[in-house]
């Protein structure tokens, strides 16, 4: 089975931290993606890789930043957390292209801000 | 940018009713289209998906059919349960491997 595997379940940080959330996939996928979800907005794109190295805006990238220097992990930076990001964030991650393109996801962490 | 528009909940039915969610894509060339579940208290999981044109994609009762000329993806169910109760997502993966998703469905059945 596919995991998908993010550091942390419930985080409390307070506003101005540097806040460092990873996820790892043992898969050998191409594709990881970053998402916040809140009530009544849905699952929002924050920052997507295709590989190595490699990183895209998604919809809402202010605030955030990202890194990949391994296949296997794609970390989400917060370079200053603030009330706003308090969210539940969730890592996924899908082949690039065939016959099965979908994501899977981790359990989310969900990151209080204070 | 490519988008996925789906039907606003809440939705509540009683059991053994029908259930269809609304789903609509705009994209460049042809994505595949997926629909995710989410059960209260877990983690998205994929619930079905269809990669070309007039694919059918199925599981656990649900369907959707791709279809290219309206653009569409619609979720149906013929005979809910309680258990289904759930947020129903939809998404699609484009040509640049992003994967949009809708705003999701919160489905409510009743016994």
């Known amino acids: 089975d596919v995991k998908v595997t993010q550091s942390s379940r419930y985080l409390v940080k307070r506003t101005g931290e540097k806040v460092f959330l990873e996820c790892v996939q043992d898969?050998?996928?191409?594709?990881m993606f970053w998402y916040r979800q809140d009530p009544g907005l849905g699952l929002r794109l924050i920052y997507f890789?295709?590989?190595?190295?490699?990183?895209e805006k998604g919809d809402i990238p202010e605030g955030y930043s990202v890194s990949r220097e391994k296949k296997e992990r794609f970390s989400l930076i917060l370079e200053s957390a603030s009330t706003n990001q308090t969210s539940m964030y969730l890592c996924?991650?899908?082949?690039?292209?065939?016959?099965?393109?979908?994501?899977?996801f981790g359990q989310g962490t969900r990151l209080t801000v204070v | 940018g490519d988008s996925v528009t789906q039907m606003e909940g809440p939705v509540t039915l009683s059991e053994e009713a029908f259930l269809t969610i609304n789903c609509t894509y705009t994209?460049?060339?042809?994505?595949?289209l997926f629909w995710y579940v989410q059960y209260p208290g877990e983690g998205l999981q994929l619930l079905l998906k269809?990669?070309?044109?007039?694919d059918k994609g199925s599981n656990k009762g649900f369907e959707a059919t791709y279809r290219k000329e309206t653009t569409s993806f619609h979720l149906e169910k013929g005979s809910v349960q309680v258990s289904d109760s759930a947020v129903y997502f939809c998404?699609?993966?484009?040509?640049?491997?992003?994967?949009?998703f809708g705003a999701g469905t919160t489905v409510t059945v009743r016994a």
């Open positions: 269809a990669t070309k044109a007039d």
């Open positions: 998404a699609l993966s484009g040509i640049d491997y992003k994967l949009s």
């Open positions: 996924a991650s899908g082949k690039r292209s065939g016959v099965s393109p979908e994501a899977f």
């Open positions: 994209a460049t060339g042809y994505p595949s």
């Open positions: 898969m050998d996928h191409e594709n």
């Open positions: 890789s295709y590989d190595v190295k490699m990183k």
